[in-house]
């Protein structure tokens, strides 16, 4: 029954998504002590006792997701300083509390991923979790919708150019800082495929498709990513992934 009621966040957390179930679980652990702590997109005020810590996180129709991300780890780090367990045993691993909402499948999924972050601890892991999962987004969007719409590899913003051109905008100046010289195919396309995942060309798209990327409409970029690492998200082009990301980490606070 909790099977579809119950989502694992990472290899030692899960959390309820169905309410009730975490009342039912704690009441049915008779000795077991911990503190429930309410979660919502305006700053509460807490205090902790010296229990164990779960949550509980109300989205709203107009829950603002950044707020409750920044409360959580707000409130994660103030457990940590008084060395407080998240969490209580359930199985083989913890229960860290539950999730309530009430709006779309969809907009669950997105705080699930974003929770999936706030759990992993190296920085380093964080953000490469990120920088992947909206890579896959990206990846899963172009191809559903096919926005390019390649045919003999001339895709949809190229069909009406004079001369024939081939893998859409693959192709940088010689010389990228000035713009200037001829254009050269991407040296991480390979086989006609992107041999690296930057994050930044993925985002792109050239005036014949409507659909534009905002970094404000990820939540996984806008709850967890400060001013200078969405610049660094939005300007490397052509840029391996590992580089980005090394880059990102850099500028993480
Ligand atoms: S974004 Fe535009 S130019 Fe680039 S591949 Fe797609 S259709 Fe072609
Ligand atoms: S890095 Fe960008 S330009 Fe280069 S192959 Fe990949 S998607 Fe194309």
Known sequence: MLGENIKKLNEEYDIFIQKGLLKKFIDSKKNEFCQIITIKDKKNKIKLKELPVLFSIQIGKDTNLK???KNIQRILKKCNKKKLDIGIKYKEKKIIGELIDDNIQESKI???KCLKAVFIKEKSKKIEYIYD???EELDEEFAKN?????KDDICIGKRNCSERVTMGCCHKFKHPITMNGELKECPYLVDR?????CITCKLFTCDAIK??????NIPLIECFFNPIQKLIVKTNFFTKREKIIDRLVLFSI
């Open 67 to 69: 707020n409750i991300i």
């Open 146 to 150: 096919n926005y390019c719409d390649f």
């Open 110 to 112: 997105e705080i699930i």
């Open 193 to 197: 495929h992107c041999s690296t995942q």
């Open 133 to 135: 999962q909206v890579c």
């Open 211 to 216: 659909v534009k990327f905002k970094l404000k």
